[in-house]
């Protein structure tokens, strides 16, 4: 039977290639295959659950009079739209695209048709009533601002400039016209300094994507309003405080790539930001706390904060900014000391929120700076407490601190396909991928029914999708592990017949049919052609 073949299918396109094979010079990358194998299975149990909590939980939840998602029995933008629409999104992305393009792309019209207040600026819905809830103008600038940060980036980053790009753009485009807060650099939405986090990781986003200054205007708007303190440091280091961290890092990126007399301006302060978290507010790991003021407050706030990954992108932001290795080398202690017995099943926040979201950040550093200790951490804590390995019947929930899992669980089983993608996905299937020493990728499929699908080849979405000219390490984003650049040409030979084929980065993005016969497992070695 022919196991696989290049089919016409109309997706996106192709990214960078990952780490190397630890076995040079072996040709057939056997070391590689048997990591894929392994890999395959940890994805297939994951990806199997994501697809029954979509089919089984999520998609249910969406309101057939209404059209809205109420996955907390509720639709609002500070939660619903923020934290559980987005990954619902995910798991149609990953599992099941015509959900995607159904109901779930659905969810988006709906709550436009009904949720627009100021120009196009939502406020929640009342269920009960069939009306638009009546809230303040901070409110509603808050929970506007979640839904385009947390909700509609995280989409946009797995599907580009598509009909949520454009939802995107035109809430913040009205955010900012109805900007009423004076300030000696001009007006900006609201003081709150989580929002303000938020709107830098999204302006500099939208600059990239739109090339429009008004949105790099903006951004740095908000900079200057922080920045001009003369000892500026965020005292709160985990969410609703901590967003401004990694949103100035990325600014400086953006600036870095689109206007460099930017990073001259804004690195040094950033410096002495970055400079005091490291010595107020993480312990000797540097492992961060929830707060810097060590005397203010109680034994709580001396907790260890879920959001310290996502901190550290900030970091990592600066030293590619500057091209020097200014705190890679504190990251990379960070995460080998992941290995030591605090950190393991440690109580962050107390609930899976919490693993969850120190899980994520881990996965954003670890796909800059591969330690072997972080991701040993990685593999226990999220097969254990995410994807509940030793319980097959466990699904999450959807309200959204389960729902924050469910992204989790996606984000790691990216990881073990390198990004790759089989539509539709059906129980028990396995898919693993695992990068070899000359820049490939081993492939690792079975099926335990005969099956008949498409595999996708993930793309340089930093650059296709996102218009940035480096991959800056940012939150809510799928990380790219394996990408086939578009215009390159790639070998793929099948191993156990030894067919071969030659195809470009756009095809395999493209996607290829695959057919298993029940039982049956394919193996294939994509390298690219020098």
Known sequence: MKHWLFALCVVSVGLNCGTRSSEPGRPTSEAAFDQAARSARIAGLALTKVQRWLHERALPKIDPQTGLYIADGHWNYRDTAADCYPFLAWAAWAVDREALNGPVRGVLHAEQRLCNELDRIPVPYDLQNGRKQKVGYEQMVFEASEYVKDGLIAIVEATGKDEWFDRMRDIEDDLWRHARVQTPFGPIPTKNIEVNGEQTQVLARLYAMTGEPKYLRWAERLADYYLSQADFVPNRLRDHGCEIIGGLGLLLGVEA????????????????????????????????????????????????????????????????????????????????????????????????????????????????????????WLERE?????????????????????????????????????????????????????????????????????????????????????????????????????????????????????????????????????????GETLRLLVEPVK
């Open 257 to 376: 790539d689109f206007k460099p007399e930017g990073v001259a301006k804004y690195a040094p302060k950033l410096r002495h930001m970055y400079d005091r978290i490291l010595a107020e507010g993480c312990n000797k790991d540097g492992m961060m706390y929830n707060e810097i003021r060590k005397q203010a407050f109680g034994p709580r706030y001396r907790d260890f904060s879920d959001g310290w990954g996502y901190n550290y992108v900030g970091f990592l932001c600066y030293d590619m900014a500057l091209g020097k290795t200014v705190y890679r080398p504190k990251i990379e202690k960070v995460l080998a000391a992941l290995a030591k017995p605090i950190y393991r099943d440690y109580r962050w926040e107390g609930s899976i929120d919490g693993i969850a979201d120190s899980a994520e950040g881990a996965i954003y550093l670890l796909n800059r700076v591969p330690v072997p200790q972080g991701f040993a």
């Open 382 to 518: 999220a097969r254990e407490r995410l994807v509940f390995e030793n319980d097959p019947n466990r699904l999450w929930g959807t309200m959204k601190l389960e729902a924050n899992g469910v992204r989790t669980v996606i984000l790691y089983a990216m990881r073990h396909t390198q990004g790759l993608r089989l539509y539709p996905w059906r129980p028990r299937l396995e898919l693993g991928a695992a990068p070899t020493e000359t820049g490939g990728l081993a492939i690792w499929i079975r099926s335990p029914e005969e099956y008949r699908g498409r595999l996708e080849f993930d793309a340089p979405r930093h650059r296709l999708y996102m218009g940035f000219r480096r991959d800056w390490p940012r939150m809510n984003t799928l990380p790219e592990w394996f990408t086939a650049e578009p215009e390159a040409r790639y070998r793929v030979r099948e191993i156990e017949s030894g067919r071969e084929t030659v195809r470009t980065g756009r095809q395999l993005s493209f996607g290829c049919t695959v057919e298993l016969r029940k």
